[in-house]
């Protein structure tokens, strides 16, 4: 049985007014989802993509070369959580091409951190690295470490060059006899030899393939890759000459950021990372059971609950 209370009509109004200024008051208090694009630097030649509300976290795609489409998405499932801030590294992706090359060294692509970091507004802010991300993000970590609240690598990529070149020696063991089958005829393939974007996309995922516990996944990875990619990978070289003789585990000792290393059980990089987290001071290693190298898409849930617990600890 309901009770139903008669009020005179100019209390029905008053009522009324009062329900709907609660309403907005509180709605316009309540954190918002955002979702924009534009540029990070001075310049304006860095593309940027934000969404969500709550803490930042700044994704910091691999390569070199790649873009943050491949992170999408898989990882738009902290969204309600976090404001997700992606970026293309510069001559990445949806970045302008390069135009200089004293612009290119890595000193350039830790700014470029910096530079979306200020664009958003944090004075500090979780980062999350992937694989060749995870040492851009150890890098700005140790130049600016009162910019960061956390660091969360994820399938780091190895902190030396010659942990690096045991990584790749490791990665090509692992390739199966049809896989390489694949690659050589796609290298051979006209579309290949034209340049198209879609064949380099088919031969990173063909590569990428290899180092997933989930192979059939792969066709699920948004790789963007721009129509000038061969201008774009001939500026590359500058970058490629800071990457050929470095040792980062001396500084990893002198982290002392809250710090979680996430990595897929069957990536090869397992050693590496386990000896990453075995340097950096008080870190935190977890293994994201049935994943390879890119845990976010093979097992979203687990990598999704690792991240929460983590930032909320």
């Known amino acids: 049985m309901f009770l139903i209370l008669r009020m005179p009509s100019n209390i029905k109004s008053h009522f009324f007014y009062f329900l709907i200024f609660f309403y907005l008051l509180f709605t316009s208090c309540a954190p918002k989802a955002i979702t924009s694009f534009g540029t990070a630097d001075p310049a304006k030649s860095i593309f940027y993509h934000q969404t969500g509300k709550g803490a930042p976290i700044l994704f910091i795609h691999g390569g070199p070369g790649l873009s943050h489409h491949y992170f999408l998405p898989s990882v738009f499932s902290l969204q309600n959580e976090y404001h997700l801030i992606f970026y293309d590294q510069r001559n990445c992706g949806e970045s302008l091409v390069a135009t200089d090359t004293l612009q290119m060294h890595l000193s350039s692509f830790i700014r470029d951190i910096d530079f979306v970091r200020k664009r958003m507004g944090y004075k500090k802010i979780s980062l999350l690295g992937h694989s060749w991300g995870s040492m851009l993000a150890v ?133 590496q990372s386990l000896k990453i987290s075995n340097t950096i001071p008080g870190s935190k290693y977890i293994l994201i059971k049935e994943s390879g190298h890119f845990p976010f898409l093979e097992n979203n849930s687990d990598f999704t609950t690792a991240i929460r617990n983590f930032i909320r600890s």
């Open 139 to 271: 890098r700005y970590a140790i130049q600016y470490p009162e910019n960061v609240s956390n660091l969360i690598l994820v399938s780091p990529a190895a902190m030396s060059s010659a942990d690096v070149r045991e990584t790749s020696r490791l990665i090509n063991q692992k390739f199966e006899p049809m896989a390489n089958i694949r690659r050589n005829e796609l290298i051979e393939s006209t579309a290949f030899k034209q340049g198209e974007p879609d064949a380099l996309a088919q031969l990173y995922k063909i590569g990428f393939s290899q180092n997933m516990l989930k192979p059939e996944k792969v066709d699920s990875l948004n790789i963007y890759v721009p129509e000038d990619y061969r201008a774009r990978n001939s500026w590359m070289k500058t970058l490629y000459s800071d990457l050929y003789d470095y040792d980062l585990y001396p500084q990893l000792k002198k982290i002392k950021l809250p710090t979680l290393i996430l990595e897929g059980s069957g990536d090869v990089g397992v050693p």
